[in-house]
Nanobody, 125 residues
Framework: QVQLVETGGGLVQAGGSLRLSCAASGRTFSSYAMGWFRQAPGKNREFVAAITWNGGSTYYTDSVKGRFTISRDNAKNTVYLQMNSLKPEDTAVYYC??????????????????WGQGTQVTVSS
C-alpha cells in the first residue's frame, strides 16, 4: 500500500514557476514508477509526466516539454514536478500517481495503482 500526498500548488502569474512535491508512505516507494496528471475544470484528466523507479527514464506530454521537469529522491520518498514558464492553460488540479511496474513509464492513467488527493495550480494571465 502506498499513500501519496501532493503539496506545492498555488496561484502564480503567467511566466512564473512552481515546484510540486509528492510525498509517499511505504518502504516500497523506490520500486514504483511515478507520474503526474492534471485535470482542468470541465476537462478529462490528462497525463503530464512520468519517471521510472530509478529516475533513469522520463516521459512528458508535448505541451510541457522544455518547461516541466519530473524528478525523484528515493531517500526522501518524494517525487517532484518543477514547472517553469507557466501558462494560464496549465491551470488544473495536479495529481501524482504510483505504478508498480516501476521500470517503464506510461501515460495511461488506468495503469497507475495509487493516487494522491491533488493540489490546485492556478496561473493568472
Amino acid at each position: 500500500q502506498v499513500q501519496l500526498v501532493e503539496t506545492g500548488g498555488g496561484l502564480v502569474q503567467a511566466g512564473g514557476s512552481l515546484r510540486l512535491s509528492c510525498a509517499a508512505s511505504g518502504r516500497t516507494f523506490s520500486s514504483y514508477a511515478m507520474g503526474w496528471f492534471r485535470q482542468a475544470p470541465g476537462k478529462n484528466r490528462e497525463f503530464v509526466a512520468a519517471i521510472t523507479w530509478n529516475g533513469g527514464s522520463t516521459y512528458y506530454t508535448d505541451s510541457v516539454k522544455g518547461r516541466f521537469t519530473i524528478s525523484r529522491d528515493n531517500a526522501k520518498n518524494t517525487v517532484y514536478l518543477q514547472m517553469n514558464s507557466l501558462k494560464p492553460e496549465d491551470t488544473a488540479v495536479y495529481y501524482c500517481a504510483a505504478d508498480n511496474t516501476g521500470w517503464t513509464t506510461t501515460r495511461i492513467s488506468d495503469e497507475y495503482d495509487y493516487w494522491g488527493q491533488g493540489t490546485q495550480v492556478t496561473v493568472s494571465s
